[in-house]
């Protein structure tokens, strides 16, 4: 396809273009975004600080964007699919190992896989792009048609209680009732990925707090009240109390291992925030003697499987349903693809901002 506008950036060096690209491509379904998500990845691409990111093959740039909800502009017949369906486009696509073949390229073990708008394949942030079915999540649902943006982030947040569910099978992690009633869980972070893990750990039933080390703006503590969150800011009073699971979106060593040396028995901690350059902190002994002595879990995890966006729009369905208005106070600015200043600005009451391409 040609002249085609995109948003594009050099990888891994950074920079953010918008402009008209040529890129060859073809497939059976031709996609238009609606909307698509920036997050800390696409910053990091914008500003040269993400060293994994890499053009595709035969291409000096690439088109940026792995967050989007699309409309389908046109399908060849035999796709299942017709003009107008909404469908959210799988970021990472598979290599030829194990998991990828078994279409768990997000579980991928030789890092042999690409991910749009990341690493090798170009995104979402064009006005139009070819893909194949396997690779679509239909969204049904017409009233997530500006939401479902959130199902890309969303669908991390429901891989990671999937791996919460089967670490935690070592021992009795419910409460006495069956429940997670009376268990706590701390999200470290408030931005769009912080907030969704909250909002599924409070789903869960977990006690739920959502922390940083700053006040947050009202529009955020407005969220707070209507998904039964508790905001905390850290830097101001000490938490006394044990977590039963700790989520940490910062990627920040010493903010992680400040919570870990909260974290009670049988206790998981999951890594979800990366930030290569945030600056070390020490491991001590006694922490090691915690993480043994109260047989405490800590994991990883990225990305998710199809089945996990699949999940994803069910849960914005039912929050969607719920509290439209709170769920969609998520996305804070629909912007223009032309603002490119987007990728570096910091902006406090940013939580999700999006562009809007139709
Ligand atoms: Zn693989």
């Not at 379904?29 to 920036?38: D, F, K, M, N, V």
């Not at 000096?60 to 964007?65: H, P």
């Not at 073990?109 to 239909?138: C, Q, W």
């Not at 089945?307 to 729009?313: M, Q």
Request: glycine residues 10%; negative net charge.
């Amino acid at each position: 396809m040609t002249g085609v506008n995109a948003i594009t950036t050099k990888a891994p060096s950074g920079g953010v273009e918008y402009r008209k690209v040529d890129i060859e491509e073809s497939g059976p379904l031709e996609l238009s975004p609606i909307y698509t998500g920036i997050c800390g990845t696409d910053k990091g691409m914008a500003t040269g600080r993400l060293d994994f990111a890499y053009n595709p093959d035969g291409q000096d740039f690439i088109v940026m964007g792995h967050e989007s909800i699309c409309t389908v502009k046109s399908a060849d017949s035999g796709t299942g699919f017709h003009p107008g369906d909404l469908v959210v486009p799988v970021v990472r696509r598979p290599g030829g190992c194990i998991n990828c073949l078994a279409g768990r390229q997000d579980n991928c073990s030789d890092g042999d896989k690409h991910e749009a708008g990341i690493t090798g394949k170009n995104g979402f942030m064009r006005e139009t792009f070819y893909d194949v079915p396997e690779y679509l999540v239909r969204i049904k649902d017409s009233a997530l048609r500006e939401v479902g943006v959130l199902t890309e982030p969303l669908k991390n947040v429901v891989k990671v209680f999937e791996v919460v569910e089967t670490v935690s099978r070592r021992s009795i992690y419910t409460s006495r009732d069956s429940t997670y009633s009376g268990k706590k869980a701390y999200v470290v972070g408030t931005g769009a990925e912080g907030f969704l893990f909250a909002m599924m750990a409070s789903e869960y039933g977990f006690d739920t707090r959502i922390l940083n080390r700053h006040p947050v703006e009202e529009n955020r503590l407005k969220i707070c009240d209507a998904f039964g969150l508790t905001f905390t800011d850290y830097s101001t009073g000490s938490i006394d109390e044990s977590v039963d699971l700790l989520i940490d979106t910062s990627g920040d060593p010493g903010t992680f291992l400040n919570f870990m040396r909260k974290m009670n028995y049988n206790s998981i901690g999951i890594m979800f925030g990366t930030n290569g350059k945030a600056p070390a902190a020490e491991l001590t002994g006694s922490d090691i003697d915690r993480i043994v002595e109260r047989n405490i879990t800590l994991a990883g995890s990225v990305d998710a499987a199809k089945i996990h966006y699949e999940k994803a729009v069910s849960y914005l369905s039912r929050w969607n349903s719920v509290n439209a208005s709170a769920l969609a106070s998520l996305i804070t600015s629909k912007r223009d693809p032309s603002e490119t200043s987007l990728f570096t600005e910091r902006d406090p009451n940013s939580i999700k901002t999006v562009i809007k391409w139709t």
